[in-house]
């Protein structure tokens, strides 16, 4: 395992793509155990990936591509504008609505916080806010993407671990909805001390009107995505389907959808989800190497010799989430430490649906967690911030996210109330 461990440190500071890192470690420690291993390297890969709950990834992807291209979101955000910029620092709190709204939408950290920086932040520099607060907002509010169902952060740790996909769609509407209000928190103080203006005077009951009936369309996407698994109407893959089709019909409704760039679209979305398939398949080289190796079993054991205390076990799974965060692609660290935790976790009799939420919530912040946050450097790509001003930034945002994701992982009830409703989680 030593040379192994050595090989990933060596390989990930090399800057290799982590889905090829996965595959060499994995591969050097099945070697370091028995050669015969390697034999069954293609077998595991495809093993890794042969799951119908997977299906839904490509979907979602696409729907998000096509409500993008469709022009859906421009109706979305003049709706929340009207909505709540009325108040002082209406903009900064109609950032946040938008984007809870969107992640629904587009599932997305990327996407929402590209849609939002190329639309949101030209007016939130014109109305007074500084330029890094405005696209630490908006990376902020892009952390929504993964945690508001739907949520292929989700999907993969469902395909990982054994738990309900449908599960932790409903356990992520509380914990979405809980961060993006610590958020409004943050502004507030901010708006507070720099005394920043209303995005628009006074609420007009005939503007809010149409600018709510022409949101429609992009409004009901989410509710027939996050309603139709609620209510069984269909699993998360057909869901995925159907959020496609909706997405088409409501880019045709607002006739901004032009079929001439579909191929561009299905392309984008066919190389995002190759890269996310890619990486489970690798990570599933190395998640068996540590199954043949008996490492979870062993950390496991580790762990409870030393404490056998469920709450400090629960706070020393939450260091280690921030330090992986920190250094890690998402999905790549939820493919490594999903097996090993799972194995402590149930040893101490914690939710598999509960812990999984806190793990991907906190593999989720860590798109925003210097010095490796991804959303980070789109953000500052985009908006040409300067990064290092950005990772000053965020870090009011990233403590409240943190502060909320705490109080969870020692809240069962809190953070299972809605699967609890629907018969899911324990």
């Known amino acids: 395992m030593g040379i192994a461990l050595i090989c990933f440190v060596v390989v990930l500071l090399l800057g290799i793509p982590i889905a090829f890192v996965l595959a060499l470690t994995g591969m050097i420690h099945l070697a370091a155990i028995d050669l015969s291993y390697l034999a069954v390297v293609p077998q595991r890969m495809f093993a890794g990936i042969n799951s119908s709950s997977l299906t839904c990834i490509p979907f979602f992807i696409v729907a998000g591509e096509l409500m993008n291209g469709g022009g859906v979101t421009q109706k979305l955000m003049e709706f929340v504008k009207e909505l709540v910029g009325y108040v002082k620092g209406g903009l900064a709190y109609a950032t946040i609505v938008t984007a809870a709204i969107l992640s629904a939408i587009l599932g997305s950290p990327n996407a929402v916080s590209s849609i939002l920086c190329s639309v949101l932040l030209p007016d939130l520099k014109k109305e007074g806010y500084d330029m890094e607060f405005g696209g630490a907002l908006i990376a902020a509010s892009g952390v929504l993407g993964p945690i508001i169902p739907p949520s292929t952060t989700f999907v993969i740790f469902a395909t990982l671990s054994g738990v309900s996909v449908k599960g932790l769609f409903m ?39 149409r600018s709510f009936v022409q949101a429609i369309p992009a409004l009901v996407v989410p509710l027939v995505i996050v309603g139709g698994v609620m209510t069984g109407a269909f699993t998360p893959t057909e869901s995925g389907a159907v959020s496609c089709v909706a997405a088409v019909l409501a880019g045709m409704i607002y006739r901004s959808f032009d079929f001439k760039h579909l191929p561009q679209m299905l392309l984008r979305a066919g190389s995002t ?104 450097f789109v953000t500052s790509n985009i908006s040409k911030i300067e990064l290092t001003k950005l990772n000053r930034a965020i870090l009011p945002f990233c403590l409240a996210a943190f502060a909320v994701t705490f109080a969870l992982a020692y809240l069962p009830d809190v953070a299972l109330f809605v699967p609890r409703l629907f018969g899911y989680g324990g």
């Open 171 to 209: 356990a992520g509407i509380i914990p979405g909805i809980l961060i993006a209000i610590s958020y409004v928190f943050v502004v507030a103080l901010y708006v507070r001390r720099k005394g920043l203006p209303r995005a628009i005077d006074h609420i007009a009951p005939r503007r809010l009107l």
């Open 273 to 376: 989800s190759a890269a996310i398939l890619f990486i489970i398949a690798a990570g599933n080289i190395l998640g068996y190497s540590l199954e043949v190796d008996n490492i979870p079993s062993r950390v496991a054991a580790a762990v409870l010799s030393w404490t056998s205390s469920k709450a400090l076990i629960i706070l020393l799974l939450l260091a280690v989430m921030i330090v992986v965060g920190c250094l890690m692609e998402a999905t790549a660290a939820i493919t490594i430490f999903t097996p090993v935790m799972m194995t402590i976790v149930t040893a101490i009799g914690m939710d598999g649906l509960h812990f999984g939420l806190v793990l991907c919530i906190m593999m989720t912040i860590a798109l925003i967690t210097p010095p490796v946050g991804m959303l980070l």
